[in-house]
Structure formats: C-alpha cells, structure tokens
C-alpha cells in the first residue's frame, strides 16, 4: 500500500512458489512498504515454480533452503546477512506439505514414515529456522518472526489430517521459542491462523472447494486472501506491534468466533 512502514528493514521469506503462494504476495506487500529481503525455498521448488520473476520484480537474490535441513538453513542465514548488509529483521516461514495427503492416506490410516516427514517440513522446520538464527545470533533487537497456520489446530476438520497435528507443534513452537527470543534478544514470534486460501497447498485439501465457499459463508468479513494475509503480516513486521509475541493470531474474517451464520441456517 505504501505507508513505507518497513523502510530500512531486512528479512528472509520462505516458500513463495507461484503467484498464488501467501508468500509470494507478502513478498510484494514487504517491498512496496520499502523493506529488502533474501527469497528461499526448497531446492526442488526451484525447478517447478516461477520464483525467478519474483525476485526480479522485487529485487531480491534467491538462496535455496531445504527448510528441514540445517546446514542449509545456517548457510542461508549467514549469506542473507552478508547480501543483505546487516542483521534480520524479519523472517517469514511459509511452508506446509503431508505426504499423507499427497498420497491419499487417511487421519486413520497414516504411513508414519509419511507422517515424521510432513512433521519436519511442516512443523518442526519452523523450530530450526529459530534455533539457527537463534544460534547464530543474526537478528536484530525488536525483530519479527511469523509462520502460517490454521484453525484446525484447535478445531477438528477431517480432511485436513495429518497437518492439523503439525499446525498445533507448530503454534506451541511459537510459544516455546518466542519466550527466548524475547528474553534473550527482543525478538518476537507469531502464527498467524489464516482463512482457507485457493494456494498449491491449500487445494491439496480434499474437498477445498467445498470448505473455502463453507468458511466464507460463515465469516461475517468473508475470507482472508492471502493479499489480506500479506497486509496482516506487514503489520507484525512492522514497529506498530512491537509487544505481541507468543500468540496464535486469528487472521479469518471471524470465522474462529462464529458459531452460525444465517447464510449457513439457510442452507438448512
Ligand atoms: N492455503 C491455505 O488454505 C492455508 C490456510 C492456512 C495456512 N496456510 C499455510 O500457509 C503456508 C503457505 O502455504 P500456501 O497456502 O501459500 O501454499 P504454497 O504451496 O504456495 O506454499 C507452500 C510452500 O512450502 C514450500 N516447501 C515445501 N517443502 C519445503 C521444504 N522442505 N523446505 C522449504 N520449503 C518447502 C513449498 O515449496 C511452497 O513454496 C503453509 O504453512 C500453509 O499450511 C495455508
């Protein structure tokens, strides 16, 4: 939008794939507020998605990351600093992925070689990338750390299976570690819990079509996009929040607090 709210600040951003990715739009969101930043994502993401062109358009150098792996995420933290010519600021972890659900396999029926997978890319990457930077002592005072999540960490939604078990280590991490990160370094960490969005990983989902249309009929607001999602995390990046760490942010149009809507009644 152009407040320049992020002016002078310098940041990761983790798992813009295409266009549609969340990631992908705070990228754009971060550089029209003025703030600089390093691409990454897995390197096989690379070869498939367009990431190239975001870069250009932001200005932005690309390192690839394996997100599970820390040796890449020590070598990708310490040339972000180096490109970036200072500290971090802000990191976004965008990532998510169940081979249970790429595969088929039910909530009852889990493969657990699937299921330990899906956990280190979903979940506990986000503990590694804190404990890197952490480690490596690369963030500035009063930095900002935010990862995706969703509501079915609280709330059960069959279909999302697996990845509802990763969403709540994930939300916990940011508890756990955002107690250090303030204690020791100012550094705040945060989920935010975002509407269904129409992303590579979202319609993996089964049934997405059905449960995007059922989340916005029961969001007084309607559904988050993930451009509103990108102004959101902006805002968290941003000085306006300096204070709020630890919290799993509703970002939903409502939803989380609805417990009907009329459009729902009517269905009925
Ligand atoms: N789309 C939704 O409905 C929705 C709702 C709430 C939360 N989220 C969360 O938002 C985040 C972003 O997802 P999205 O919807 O933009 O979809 P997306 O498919 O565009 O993004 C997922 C990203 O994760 C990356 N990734 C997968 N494995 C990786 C690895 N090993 N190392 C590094 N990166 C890896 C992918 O390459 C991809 O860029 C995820 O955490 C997702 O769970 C999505």
């Not at 992020?6 to 295409?18: E, M, T, V």
């Not at 802000?90 to 009852?108: C, D, E, P």
């Not at 990845?163 to 550094?187: H, P, Q, T, W």
Request: net charge negative.
């Amino acid at each position: 939008m152009g407040y320049n709210l992020l002016k002078g600040k310098r940041g990761i951003i983790f798992g813009a794939l295409d266009e549609n990715s969340i990631a992908w739009k705070t990228a754009q969101s971060v550089h029209d507020e003025g703030g600089t930043f390093v691409l990454t994502n897995a390197p096989i993401a690379m070869r498939m998605g367009q990431i190239d062109e975001l870069a250009k358009k932001t200005g932005s150098q690309i390192i690839p990351a394996d997100a599970t792996s820390v040796e890449d995420l020590d070598n990708l933290i310490a040339k972000s600093v180096e490109i970036l010519g200072g500290k971090i600021d802000f990191v976004l972890h965008s990532i998510g992925m169940s081979v249970n659900v790429r595969k088929g396999r039910a909530y009852t029926d889990e493969n657990y070689d699937f299921t330990a997978k899906g956990w280190d890319v979903s979940a506990l990457s986000f503990h590694k990338v804190l404990q890197s930077l952490y480690k490596a002592d690369a963030m500035n005072e009063w930095g900002s750390v935010v990862a995706l999540t969703y509501m079915a960490a609280q709330r059960t939604f069959p279909d999302y299976n697996d990845m509802a078990d990763n969403k709540a280590y994930l939300e916990s991490i940011a508890r756990s570690f955002g107690y250090f990160f303030g204690k020791e370094k100012k550094v705040r960490v945060n989920t935010i819990s975002q509407s269904p969005t129409a992303t590579t990983a979202g319609q993996g989902v089964k049934g997405f079509d059905g449960f995007i249309s059922y989340a916005e009929k029961m969001s007084p607001l309607g559904n988050a996009t993930a451009q509103d999602c990108a102004d959101y995390t902006v805002t968290l990046f941003s000085d306006l929040t300096r204070k709020v760490t630890m919290q799993n942010l509703f970002h939903d149009g409502g939803f989380s607090n609805t417990g009907v809507s009329q459009e729902v009644i009517e269905k009925f």
